[in-house]
């Protein structure tokens, strides 16, 4: 599996504010995903991270307020804007390798939004 | 109706018992199953994928799938301490959408 890591690993933010998460992988990989996890709750997927065009977004999330971007394919950002309290989540970044449908995470950014 | 459904337990088991974690899906064409463990405050590492009705084993670990019953369960032999974290279920209908439940907090108590 493929050597995932993010920054930064937790951050606390003020309202309004907006945040940028890296995420970078040792080797090219086909596929990349970005996930949030609430507290208490699941994996949501947020949106696939496309390389050289837009991210696809999931259902009840849009670019404006989580734009990433994907330049090549070991890097891809995930911009958290205009945050709020309801922001506060683990943020982790996913990959698939080959052609495996596996999924592999990232460590996770830890954010907090006052 | 969830598309993944786990028992959020908590699961307690003694140290050396076999602990039990279940798993059922909404999706019929799912064809890709996983298991992943998450240690508090880290983030999801893969145990086991399975495609295949019936069981695979992995050293200690044992997922068995069952298709007809949209079941998907994951069996730890020998439980240890370490073992102690929450275990999520994954169902991949297709594409690249990834369906988690919400996890079983599993504690081997020592």
């Known amino acids: 599996s493929a050597v995932i890591s993010q920054k930064p690993s937790r951050d606390i933010c003020q309202r309004g504010t907006s945040l940028t998460i890296q995420c970078q992988v040792d080797?090219?990989?086909?596929?990349m995903f970005w996930y949030r996890q609430q507290p208490g709750q699941s994996l949501t997927l947020i949106a696939t991270?496309?390389?050289?065009?837009?991210?696809?977004?999931e259902s009840g999330f849009v670019i404006d307020k989580f734009p990433i971007s994907r330049p090549n394919l070991t890097f891809s950002t995930l911009t958290v804007s205009n945050m709020s309290p309801e922001d506060s989540s683990i943020y982790l970044c996913s990959v698939k390798t080959g052609g495996t449908d596996t999924q592999y995470f990232g460590p996770g950014t830890r954010l907090t939004v006052l | 109706q969830k598309e993944v459904e786990q028992n959020s337990g908590p699961l307690s088991v003694p140290e050396g018992a076999i602990a039990s974690l279940n798993c059922t899906y909404s999706?019929?064409?799912?064809?890709?199953f996983f298991w992943y463990r998450q240690y508090s405050g880290k983030s999801p590492e893969l145990i086991m994928s399975?495609?295949?009705?019936g069981d695979k084993e992995d050293g200690r670990f044992t997922a068995q799938l069952n298709k007809a019953s949209q079941y998907v369960s994951l069996l730890i032999r020998d439980s240890q301490p370490s073992d102690s974290a929450t275990y999520l279920c994954a169902v991949n209908p297709q594409g690249n959408q990834f369906y988690f439940g919400t996890g079983t907090s599993l504690t081997v108590i020592p």
């Open positions: 080797s090219q990989v086909t596929m």
């Open positions: 399975i495609y295949s009705n």
């Open positions: 991270a496309n390389q050289g065009s837009e991210a696809t977004y």
């Open positions: 999706d019929r064409v799912s064809q890709s």
